[in-house]
C-alpha cells in the first residue's frame, strides 16, 4: 500500500498541467519528477502519508504539489540542493527528469524533518503582478468621483499589492504608467483602452491603506519571505523580479496588515467619509473563505453602500474567478451611490494578460 494514492496522482497531474498553461515547464517537469520518485516507493513516497486520506478534490485544494515543488525551491534559494539547483535559473541546463528525481530523492533524505515540516502549512503567495489589473480599477474610482483613495484590501498576504500606487507598470506597445522611478517593475500584455489616467489631476496615490489577512505574512522576515519565493516558480523571471523588488521596497514602505478575519475587519474599517472614496478590494481570495464570511461582507457593503453619497462614496473592486474558480478571474466594481456593478475587464491569475473592456 503506497501514501503516493491514485488521487494524489491525479491532483499532482492536474496541477502539473495547470503549471505548463501558466508558462512554467520547470514546475510542471518537478512535479512530474516529484510523482514519479514517489509512485516508485522513493523517498518522498514517505512524505505523502499526511495527503494519503484526501479524495482528489481536497488533494487539489490542500495544493499538496506546489507545496512539495515549494520545499524544491526553497532549498535551491537556500543553497542546500546543489545538484537541483543546476536546472533551476540562472544554470537552468535542460530537465533531466532522472537526475532531477535522485536530487529530489537526496534533498529527502537529508532534509527529512525539514520538508516534512515545510508540507504542513498551505501554500501562500503574494502575486504583485495583480496590481496591474487592480490599478485600473483604481484609476476609474479616482477618475470617476474626483476623490482620493482610502483602500482596504482583504486577503492581503504580505501586503505587497498594498503597495500598487508605488510600482511601474510596462504594457508594452500600450505604453507604460505609475510610477517611472520605482524599483518595482511589472509588466504585462494589454489589450483595450488604458485605464483614465489622463482624467486624473496628478499621480494616483492612495491616501489612506490597510490591509487584514487571517494568516499574514510579514515581508520584512527573511524565513517568510522565503516561503513567498519559494511559491514564486522561477521560471518566470519577470513574476521573480517583480516579487523580489516588492519585497525589497517594503522594507522602506512597510505595508499594514492586520490579522485578522474578512468578515470581522471589513465591518470595523470600511465606512464611507466625506471628502474621499472608500474602497474594499481584493484578488484571488473570495473562494478560501467561507459562505457566512462572504454573505457577512456582502451585507455590510450593501449596509455602507446605502450611507454613501456623492462627496462620501463607496467602491468594492475585485480580481476574482466570476463564480467557477476554474474561471478566468475578471476586475469587476460596485460603485455606491448608485450601487451599479460593472465588469472593467477579464484578467490572467497572475496579472501577465488584461483584457480591459469597461
Ligand atoms: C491566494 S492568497 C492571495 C493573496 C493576495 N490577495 C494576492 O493576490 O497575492 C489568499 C489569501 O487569503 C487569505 N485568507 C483566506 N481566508 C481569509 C479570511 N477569512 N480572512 C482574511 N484573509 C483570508 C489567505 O491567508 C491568503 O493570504
Not at 206 to 218: F, H, L, Q, T, V
Request: net charge negative; proline share 8%.
Amino acid at each position: 500500500m503506497t501514501d503516493f494514492t491514485p488521487a494524489l496522482a491525479a491532483a499532482f497531474a492536474f496541477q502539473s498541467r495547470a503549471c505548463r498553461y501558466f508558462g512554467s515547464d520547470l514546475t510542471a517537469n518537478l512535479i512530474d519528477a516529484i510523482a514519479e520518485e514517489a509512485r516508485e516507493q522513493g523517498a518522498l513516497a514517505a512524505l505523502m502519508a499526511p495527503f494519503a486520506a484526501l479524495d482528489e478534490q481536497g488533494a487539489a485544494q490542500a495544493a499538496v504539489a506546489i507545496r512539495f515543488a515549494g520545499f524544491a525551491h526553497a532549498s535551491v534559494l537556500q543553497g542546500l540542493a546543489p545538484d537541483l539547483a543546476c536546472f533551476y535559473p540562472p544554470v537552468a541546463q535542460p530537465f533531466e527528469p532522472l537526475a532531477v528525481r535522485a536530487a529530489l530523492a537526496r534533498l529527502a533524505r537529508a532534509e527529512k524533518m525539514r520538508f516534512a515540516h515545510f508540507l504542513t502549512s498551505p501554500p501562500q503567495t503574494n502575486e504583485v503582478g495583480r496590481s496591474l489589473a487592480l490599478i485600473g480599477g483604481f484609476a476609474t474610482i479616482a477618475a470617476e468621483t474626483g476623490l482620493p483613495l482610502r483602500t482596504f484590501e482583504i486577503g492581503a498576504s504580505a501586503g505587497l499589492n498594498m503597495n500598487w500606487d508605488l510600482y511601474r507598470y510596462d504594457v508594452g506597445m500600450q505604453g507604460a504608467f505609475g510610477d517611472a522611478a520605482s524599483p518595482v517593475q511589472i509588466h504585462g500584455d494589454w489589450s483595450g483602452p488604458l485605464p483614465p489616467f489622463a482624467k486624473l489631476n496628478g499621480p494616483l496615490k492612495a491616501i489612506e491603506k490597510r490591509g487584514c489577512d487571517i494568516s499574514p505574512i510579514n515581508a520584512l522576515d527573511p524565513e517568510q519571505a522565503l516561503r513567498l519565493r519559494a511559491y514564486c516558480w522561477a521560471d518566470q523571471a519577470r513574476r521573480v523580479d517583480a516579487l523580489s523588488a516588492a519585497l525589497e521596497l517594503a522594507k522602506t514602505y512597510p505595508p499594514k496588515v492586520d490579522m485578522a478575519d474578512a468578515g470581522q475587519w471589513v465591518e470595523e474599517v470600511v465606512y464611507p467619509v466625506a471628502g474621499s472614496v472608500s474602497v474594499l478590494y481584493h484578488s484571488i481570495m473570495w473562494q478560501y473563505m467561507p459562505e457566512p464570511t462572504q454573505a457577512r461582507i456582502r451585507s455590510h457593503m450593501e449596509r455602507v453602500g446605502a450611507q454613501a453619497t456623492a462627496e462620501a462614496p463607496v467602491a468594492w473592486l475585485r480580481l476574482e474567478p466570476p463564480t467557477d474558480v476554474k474561471q478566468m478571474p475578471q476586475v469587476t466594481l460596485q460603485s455606491w451611490p448608485s450601487g451599479a456593478v460593472r465588469k472593467l475587464a477579464d484578467a490572467h491569475p497572475h496579472g501577465a494578460m488584461v483584457a480591459w473592456a469597461p
